[in-house]
């Protein structure tokens, strides 16, 4: 059977691999010249490569590092020691770690914030660990629930101090969310914490040894064309075209270059596009439906990534970096954090703005030097006296509407794979699956659809239907 999916981001591809499994034809339409959608990559003119954003794999992501393992790739992640790690702007220059032993979930994770003596006061990691009881001892269903409340409002009703919120939360909403605990819906935080808690290595990071384009997204599609799948580049999506019962009837793929649009017709149809363009082309009569007007309760939040190469090593630091910084989320060195981009001489560093809502519209110029004005304060040694650190050269990528906006509500408004009409499904970090809107939530969503798909039409003789359910076990610590 031949599905048809616009969009070659994580989320389109890992549906179309699963479909090749379960013995379908996948084509996957992508808008772009490049693979990857949010994990986009391009090489510039010096053979650098620049990033969509700052990808950091989690030992908590078991259908990312099962899809890693059947493409054969799991060794291209580079696992980083068992520690999370913040900068301490009251002591510029100097961080602060917890690092985590290896031992049995939650007490690996619970020993870290106790011996941790930089940070949090006994009293306030007391209040924190009652705080995060209900979430553990009451499961998902509470965790569901919290969704009416932002983190921050979460956090007080647990009578959780306010330190706690500033000195460790700001960071880690803004690297997951790329929005403050003020504005960040309980529940995805709430989720996050319980699978770190739950997992022994599930706070354990990895990055990719080279861009996401050629040494993730490349292998998907190499798995998916050898199996008779195809994917295609600059093939937008121009119109969803309706048969009179109002179900798929072809999609219109816009013409480039002066050729004309091509009505291209399959037997399914995914859309594995974000959520924003998905609101714009959805077909009028499908926008009175129930379903598809809950879309409008979500929209994405802007996000910028930047890459800085400087003249000289800022930093021998080899990992995710919180910054704690009013301006930036998270960085790293990628000259000592990925075997691609590596430079014993110089750093190049990748960081995250955010939020970016008050900045997504300055000029590149405009966002480099207030990243400057911070990374002053991160480094001063290599910013103060009379030879400062030298840029070299920079790349803003800037990206108005990324992830969905998680803010308190909205899960409600998040879709199913399987929508009312019959030969069409939705794929993305946006659908409801138990993740938030990052690669593994990308990944699991087109793993679903794939499977409704091929439980609605079924192919006989298919020995890889059991992959489409449920991943074994991962263990982080040997990849």
Known sequence: MRVAIAGAGLAGLSCAKYLTDAGHTPIVLESRDVLGGLVAAWKDSDGDWYETGL???????????????????????????????????????????????????????????????DMLTWEQKIRF????????VRGQKYVEDMDKYSFLEWLKRQGVDERVTSDVFIAACKALTFINPDEVSATILLTALNRFLQERYGSKIAFLDGSPTERLCSPIV??????????????????????????????????????????????????????DPLKVILPKPWKQMEFFKKLEGLEGVPVINLHLWFDRKLTEIDHLLFSRSPLLSVYADMSNTCREYANPDRSMLELVLAPAKDWIAKSDEEIVAATIAELEKLFPDHFGGDNPATLLKSHVVKTPRSVYKATPGRQQY?????????????????????????????????????????????????????????PPATNAATA
Do not use: C
């Open 222 to 275: 190499d798995y998916i064309t050898e199996r008779g799948g195809e994917v295609r580049l600059n093939a937008p999506l121009k119109e969803i075209l309706l048969n009179t019962d109002g179900t798929v009837k072809a999609y219109l793929i816009r013409g480039l270059n002066g050729a004309e649009d091509e009505v291209f017709t399959a037997d399914m149809y995914v859309s594995a596009i974000s959520v």
């Open 414 to 470: 998040r879709p199913a794979q399987v929508t009312p009409i019959a030969n069409f499904y939705l794929a993305g970090s946006y659908t409801m699956q138990r993740y938030l809107g990052s690669m593994e939530g990308a990944v699991l969503s087109g793993k679903l659809t794939a499977q409704a798909i091929s439980e609605a039409l079924p192919v006989a003789n298919s020995s890889n239907l059991q992959t489409l359910t449920r």
């Open 55 to 117: 990808h950091a794999f989690f030992g908590a992501y078991p259908n990312m590092l099962q899809l890693l393992k059947e493409l054969g790739i799991e060794d291209r992640l580079q696992w980083k020691e068992h520690t999370l790690i913040f900068n301490q702007p009251e002591m510029p220059g100097t961080v602060s770690r917890f690092d985590v032993p290896d031992i049995p979930s939650p007490f690996n994770v619970i020993a870290s914030i106790l011996r941790n003596k």
């Open 129 to 136: 660990a009652v705080g995060l009881l209900p979430a553990v």
